[in-house]
């Protein structure tokens, strides 16, 4: 390719895309639902194009009632030890419809990660739920199962990752000097690094 020929298709390349800069700034925002009812604290897409929202349990009721007079029993819980209302949704993008989900403990400041089946796996959080694992498995009738007990340790503000062997490895979290694995490990599941327990603040 000659010179000439090069700077001319370079040209014509940064004029293509300039064109479509101007024509995206051109957008505008629609608004699809006046509210859905709760906070969306944590959200995450799925593989099926469906957003999971989930808010957390000890700000009292939500504006999005549980479905079929479902409600959260829980004597912990600092706000409502009964609670009707939903503190997590599913939104259908594709339909702009949302359906009432049930979590039944505190999700505030937990972690999670997609798994490769596309299953949502949210762990720790706050009060009742710092020693959770919650799975959301994305199908058009499912709702959040709770794993009691599913930590080692309680974490909060943990951080999550997923590993190539389906594993997510969860590190850290308030006061947790130590990493976790979900599904748990066959030997034990807790490894302490007590060298984190030094950037600790006192």
């Known amino acids: 390719m000659s010179a000439p020929t090069f700077i001319f298709s370079i040209l014509l390349l940064?004029?293509?895309?300039?064109?479509?800069?101007?024509?995206?700034?051109?957008?505008?925002?629609?608004?699809?639902?006046?509210?859905?009812?709760?906070?969306?604290?944590?959200?995450?897409?799925?593989?099926?194009?469906?957003?999971?929202?989930?808010?957390?349990?000890?700000?009292?009721?939500?504006?999005?009632?549980?479905?079929?007079g479902k409600c959260r029993n829980d004597s912990t819980d600092t706000a409502l030890k009964v609670d009707c209302t939903a503190h997590s949704a599913e939104y259908d993008v594709f339909a702009n419809k949302f359906r009432a989900l049930m979590v039944q403990t505190d999700v505030w400041c937990s972690s999670g990660s997609i798994m490769r089946d596309g299953n949502l796996v949210q762990t720790g959080g706050f009060n009742d739920g710092d020693r959770r694992v919650r799975v959301f498995n994305p199908c058009r009738t499912c709702?959040?199962?709770?794993?009691?007990?599913?930590?080692?340790?309680?974490?909060?503000?943990?951080?999550?990752?997923?590993?190539?062997?389906?594993?997510?490895?969860?590190i850290g979290g308030r006061g947790q000097f130590n990493y976790e694995f979900v599904p748990k490990n066959i030997v034990a599941n807790k490894i302490n690094l007590p060298f984190l327990s030094e950037t600790n603040d006192k």
Do not use: C
């Open 14 to 68: 940064l004029q293509f895309l300039f064109a479509s800069l101007t024509y995206a700034s051109d957008g505008s925002w629609q608004l699809l639902q006046k509210s859905i009812g709760i906070s969306a604290m944590h959200m995450q897409l799925l593989n099926n194009d469906r957003v999971i929202m989930f808010d957390r349990t000890d700000f009292g009721p939500s504006n999005l009632p549980l479905p079929g």
């Open 143 to 170: 709702d959040w199962n709770e794993i009691p007990n599913g930590l080692a340790v309680k974490r909060w503000y943990a951080s999550n990752h997923l590993f190539p062997d389906g594993r997510q490895i969860i």
